[in-house]
C-alpha cells in the first residue's frame, strides 16, 4: 500500500468501530496512549460526536478495499480560554500500514485545515520509546518543546512523555478567532466532505 493508494476523508461516528480496531492495541499492548483499556464503540463514537463540528477528525481509507488503515485528528489543548488558538494532535496507523508515508500525509491534511481554522499551534505528546514518531513529528516542522520525566506508568515501567509544537497562523496581533469545522467555507473541505457522503455522521 502507497500514499496514493488512500483516500483520505472526514471521520464521523459511524467510523468509530474502525478507529478502534486501530486504537485499541495501542490501549492494551502499546505506550502511544495512556489509556489501559480500550473504549467501547459507542464510546469512541460519542468522543467522534462531541467535537467534530469544532475539530476534524480525518481517517485514511485504503482505495482497493475500502479498510480504514488510518486517523488523525485535533482536540483542544487545555480548557481555559487564553488557550482557545492552540490545539493537540495525534495520528494512528494499522499495523499494516505503518512506514508507509500514510502517518505524514494524514498529518499534513489536518494541519492544512487547522491552518484554515486560524489556529496558532499545534501540539503532540509522543510517550517514549518511539523513534518512528519523533521521526515523524521532527520531518513535519515540529520542534522539541520538552519531556516530562516519568510522567505515565504502564506496562510495569515508568515512561517519559516528550512534547513537540508547530507553529499553524502568523501570529498577528491581535489574533483573529478560531474558526470552528461547522463554519468554515465549503471550498476549504470540499474533497474531504465528498468522500466522507457515504459514512453517516460527517461533518457537512
Not at 478502534?20 to 459507542?42: K, N, Q, R
Not at 504502564?154 to 507553529?167: F, L
Not at 478560531?178 to 453517516?200: G, H, T
Amino acid at each position: 500500500m502507497r500514499p496514493k493508494d488512500v483516500r483520505i476523508r472526514l471521520a464521523g461516528p459511524a467510523d468509530a468501530d474502525h478507529l478502534l480496531v486501530i486504537y485499541g492495541p495501542h490501549c492494551t499492548d502499546g505506550l502511544a496512549s495512556f489509556e489501559t483499556v480500550a473504549p467501547t464503540g459507542e464510546e469512541m463514537a460519542e468522543r467522534i460526536r462531541t467535537t467534530i463540528t469544532t475539530y476534524p477528525w480525518l481517517v485514511a481509507v485504503d482505495a482497493a478495499t475500502g479498510e480504514v488503515v488510518g486517523y488523525a485528528y485535533a482536540s483542544r489543548h487545555r480548557a481555559r480560554e487564553g488557550y482557545r488558538w492552540s490545539v493537540d494532535v495525534a495520528v494512528y496507523l494499522a499495523a499494516r500500514a505503518a512506514g508507509r508515508g500514510l502517518g505524514r500525509g494524514l498529518y499534513e491534511r489536518l494541519l492544512a485545515v487547522l491552518e484554515a481554522q486560524r489556529y496558532h499551534r499545534a501540539y503532540a505528546g509522543i510517550a517514549l520509546p518511539n523513534d518512528a514518531s519523533v521521526a515523524l513529528h521532527r520531518a513535519l516542522g515540529f520542534e522539541l518543546v520538552g519531556t516530562y520525566r516519568e510522567v505515565g506508568f504502564k506496562h510495569g515501567a515508568w515512561h517519559d512523555v516528550q512534547w513537540w509544537s508547530r507553529g499553524l497562523a502568523d501570529g498577528a496581533l491581535p489574533p483573529t478567532e478560531p474558526i470552528a469545522l461547522r463554519d468554515l467555507p465549503p471550498a476549504v473541505l470540499a474533497d474531504l466532505r465528498e468522500l466522507a457522503r457515504p459514512s453517516s455522521g460527517c461533518v457537512g
